[in-house]
């Protein structure tokens, strides 16, 4: 069965410093792999994803994420964070068929960037 | 304009009524969902639809129906509303895979619903 885990509720960070928010998922066949944040009274808002290629994605708003396919990890990265980062982060999954557009997604995690 | 409208924005509602929740969209996708938010529990699935044809049970789909009633049109219901449906919903659109970018979900804005 297809899962995605955020194993911590919430990343605390200061301004200028670099950030991570981890993900890791399960799913049969290759993964598809996406970020999507959610600022206040908002709809989420797709960040990047990864389908094929170099295991370095590079995002919006100068995110960017790992794949690392040993460890079934896709974790989020931002050299140095903002103030206006702060949000709730999700990561989801969807399974590699073809024609099955189904995603799962995490519980989310909230990141809070401090002046 | 949004490219996902969802109305309302906000609904209070009682144990026992019956609310709609819809949902359009100005994408051209072929796809849409019903997702529900709970703090801690992340997005849950309860309806997807792949074309108007096409409706399929999500995780969470027990005291929902959904209609698609046109490619730009997916609403979804509830019967007879309980508390714990009080939750925030979205809406979501994808193109189909054939299509550049189709893995890639737009969400509107969400329905806050409360149920007392």
């Known amino acids: 069965a297809q899962s995605v885990a955020q194993p911590e509720d919430q990343v605390n960070v200061a301004e200028g410093n670099p950030l991570t928010v981890k993900c890791t998922y399960s799913?049969?066949?290759?993964?598809?792999l996406f970020w999507y944040v959610q600022y206040p009274n908002r709809g989420l808002q797709f960040l990047l994803k990864?389908?094929?290629?170099?295991?370095l994605v590079k995002g919006s708003y100068g995110f960017e994420a790992e794949f690392n396919k040993s460890q079934t990890s896709f974790h989020l990265k931002k050299p140095s964070a903002l103030v206006s980062d702060s949000a709730l982060y999700f990561c989801?999954?969807?399974?590699?068929?073809?024609?099955?557009?189904?995603?799962?997604f995490g519980s989310g995690t909230k990141l809070n960037v401090k002046p | 304009d949004a490219d996902v409208t969802q109305t309302p924005r906000n609904r209070i509602t009682k144990t026992g009524k019956r609310i709609m929740l819809e949902c359009s969209q100005t994408?051209?996708?072929?796809?849409m969902y019903w997702y529900r938010q709970d703090p801690g529990l992340g997005l849950r699935l309860i309806y997807y639809?792949?074309?108007?044809?096409?409706?399929n049970k999500g995780e969470i789909s027990d005291g929902y129906s959904v209609s698609r009633q046109a490619q730009a049109k997916f609403s979804l219901s509830l019967e007879s509303a309980i508390p714990n449906q009080t939750a925030l919903y979205f809406c979501?659109?994808?193109?189909?895979?054939?299509?550049?970018?189709?893995?890639?979900?737009?969400f509107g804005a969400g329905s806050r619903l409360t149920v007392l």
């Open positions: 979501a659109t994808s193109a189909a895979p054939s299509i550049t970018g189709a893995n890639v979900l737009t």
């Open positions: 799913v049969s066949g290759n993964p598809y």
């Open positions: 990864y389908i094929t290629g170099d295991n």
């Open positions: 989801a999954v969807r399974d590699g068929s073809y024609n099955f557009n189904k995603f799962y």
């Open positions: 994408k051209g996708h072929d796809r």
């Open positions: 639809s792949f074309d108007v044809k096409d409706i």
